[in-house]
């Protein structure tokens, strides 16, 4: 009979110093057991691929150009941005329900009391949940590359555009999740974690969208005749900030510079007096601002474990 | 009554006590306790207090190393909030509480690896499999990797589970699966293993499989502290009891010397053939005798309660002094004075 012994003997496995986490092993045990692993990426892939080919249909359809011939490169893009944007839209929805049941399902099944009276760390507790259920989301973002590269068949679109995607997919995850494991830490109840990281999640997503349009409209309707530079660097501040804390216009704006600008890392922009100036391109903020963010949350969730009921 | 006829305080399982002495012929040693002095658990002053409901106060307790210590009273009467913050838990509101010396609230770390815990609940995750779940709570102790394996068929061994290693832990039964968590709690080889209502829930042959476990333990050195609202388990297995009531101990110590402190009077029957009176007379000379009660017959024999206090001794005197005379004895036994009538005494009845 095979034993635990002679199969970890074997193992050539480059994760296994993460696999050290007791709770990440057994976490990754009990995700990919059974069925279910299975049918959830089945199912993203059949919703995402879906999609696509619809894209497909319709954008072939709809981007002949002017010498009756499909306009690869722009069928190319609009294939590749809307695979991102429902993957972005899955991974909203999907992560937090990965990850609000991590603490306070503890809870639920009386196991938390034995964690606590082990001698597990809070953070190896708090890292397990979280890179399991990032580890299958992950997988998820990847088993969706051959999708977003079908747009390599139309041009357009380059390696680097699916790298930044992945990276504020994945920083997006990163975030969602510590949320979730956040919320699921502090209330004891799943149901309850899961409602406080959708709102939390839905707030960020209205307050940052309002946000951005409002200081773009408020810039676009400048006189330049009236406003000062110092104004609409503030302005343009603002709406940086906006943009930057939304994944849908970081990605949108990123791609907007990267077509009309050429670059990757920067972009330049242009005030109304005829001034120019160099800022970092959206993506870079947006993955520094919530990997940090998630680092914090991450540490709050641990202080609150380290509590000790009075 | 006797060990053959336990009784329960609270009977949520009368029907699976009363058939439960057809399996307990054999009663296992116990072991015994080398110093009493020599604490392993001890709380001084201890209180706790949600709100303006004082669930513990003033808390003395006292586990001497090897102990097999039975933690007794009703419902609501604090027993799983000492647990809790015996295994560092939740935090004393005062006082102090120490095992091995280390104290619960500077050294939880310490503390920790120096207990096993089984909490009033099953606790066991249902997606996994039996070794899977040893394997997940050894890791967490920081056993090392290649150690696991051998000490995962050890514990199962142990318990009595090593058939059942390959199968998820929601195929098993209650017993097991309260056998697999007390497997779970000998994982970092703790000294000191703290039980609440480890019986609680569980079968007659389940009761019996966990108390003979419990005695195995003990006399592989482990100190059990362990809860229990049923007198019938204490009185079976324990060295030492603490009666707790509204939060105070009430009594507590060696068992036997609990029995003589609050029962200081021990009873004798006597059956005789005839020649009562001679008896009585003869009786009457030995030394610390309190009292002679004529009992109803029995099968036309003669039976009379004889009240007294003292040692062993006294009762080899009083059977001397019935032999010398040629008085016909067809049975002389002392009737052990139970835990309950015991616990009625120390308790008042302020909780259930």
Redesign the interface.
Known sequence: ME???TR?RISLNPLRPLL?N?VA??EL??RM??PRAFVVLTCYLIVVGGFTTLLYIAGTAATYNTTGEVDGGTLGRVLFGSVVAIELFLVTFITPAFTAGSISGEHE???Y????????PERQLVFGKLFSALAYVFLLLLAAIPLQSIAFLFGGVDVEEIVISLLVLLATAIFLGNIGVYYSAITHRTLRANIMTYVTILAVILVTTAGAVIALAIVEGLDPSTSSSGSEWVLLVARGIFVCLNPLTTLLSTQQYLVNQQTLFTFKYTFTDGTTTTLPSPWIAFTIFYLLLSVAVFFATTRHLKR??? | MSIDNPEVMETPNAEAVAEAPILTEVLPELPTVMDEQDLIIETRNLSKRYGRLQAISNLNLQVPRGAIYGFVGPNGAGKTSTMRILTTLMKPSGGEAYISGYSVVTAPREVRRSIGYMPDFFGVYEDMKVWEYLDFFAACYEIPEAQRPGLINDLLELVDLAHRRDDMVDKLSRGMKQRLCLARTLAHDPQVLILDEPASGLDPRARIEIRELLIELAKMGKTIFFSSHILADVNEICTHIGIIEAGQMVAQGPIKAMRQQLMPHRVLVITLLGRMDEAKEALLHVEGILGIVDLPPEDGKIRIKVEFTGEDLRMSEMLQALTSKGIPVVNFAEESSDLEAVFMKATKGIVS
């Open positions: 034993t635990p012994a970890t050290r007791p092993l057994k045990r009990g057991r059974g099944s009386q196991t009391d034995l964690l606590r009276t082990t001698l597990l000790i009921e009075g």
